[in-house]
């Protein structure tokens, strides 16, 4: 199973674009990279998930360099409530690991 | 469509009680499971089931049992509490196990404390 390492933490500004980036160097064939987002009390909430190049949905971007060894998620304009936990996972035959995940606080 | 439900939301267990949390979704999904988040972590699968009939140990399931009572309700059983075992329990469901690209979706937790 692929391994992610991800930033701790990060802080940024409201209306500021977010970029997390995260790495899965033995990324196989067959694996998709999902990101979950999760809110304090919360169970984690689907955000994006792609598989290479670019994915673009009405919360996010995810862009896949050709290699897949890392991906990075984009937040447009942040705002205070996208503070949350941001979780990269590369799924394998549905066998999702968490790590600690990215801390995002967001300032006004 | 309430998604996944989970109850009770908050339990405090004393030191080898027994308890059963719930887990229900009304998505038609085939596959549900069940993790534990401890404090500053991320989430560790402890089993799943991947479809009504079945159940799979994941990455933590000693100290627990579960029963898939039908396509909808999954349970976790702690049959003898351990203080190891306080954390904030989570259920989830995908439509299937072991597709590309398979999405899951999670009930808001359920926060146990064995003292």
């Known amino acids: 199973l692929a391994k992610t390492t991800q930033p701790i933490s990060m802080d940024s500004y409201e209306g500021q674009e977010v970029n997390i980036t995260c790495s899965h160097n033995?990324?196989?064939?067959?694996?998709?990279i999902t990101w979950y987002q999760q809110f304090p009390s919360q169970g984690p909430r689907f955000i994006i998930q792609?598989?290479?190049t670019k994915v673009t949905n009405e919360v996010a971007s995810l862009f896949i360099p050709a290699d897949r060894k890392s991906s990075t998620l984009s937040l447009p304009r942040v705002s205070l409530s996208d503070t949350a936990v941001y979780y990269c996972?590369?799924?394998?035959?549905?066998?999702?690991?968490f790590g600690a995940g990215t801390r995002l606080t967001v300032k006004p | 469509n309430a998604g996944v439900t989970q109850t009770p939301k908050f339990q405090v267990l004393k030191t080898g009680q027994s308890m059963t949390l719930q887990c229900a979704q009304d998505?038609?999904?085939?596959?549900m499971y069940w993790y534990r988040q401890d404090p500053g972590m991320g989430l560790r699968l402890i089993y799943y089931?991947?479809?009504?009939?079945?159940?799979d140990k994941g990455e933590v399931p000693n100290g627990y049992n579960v029963s898939r009572l039908n396509k909808r309700e999954f349970s976790l059983r702690l049959e003898s509490a351990a203080p190891s075992q306080t954390s904030v329990y989570f259920c989830?469901?995908?439509?299937?196990?072991?597709?590309?690209?398979?999405?899951?979706?999670f009930g808001p937790g359920t926060r146990l404390l064995v003292l």
């Open positions: 989830a469901s995908s439509r299937r196990q072991g597709g590309q690209g398979e999405t899951q979706y």
């Open positions: 033995n990324i196989a064939t067959n694996d998709y």
């Open positions: 792609g598989y290479k």
């Open positions: 996972l590369v799924v394998d035959n549905n066998d999702m690991r």
């Open positions: 998505m038609n999904h085939n596959s």
């Open positions: 089931s991947a479809s009504e009939g079945t159940t």
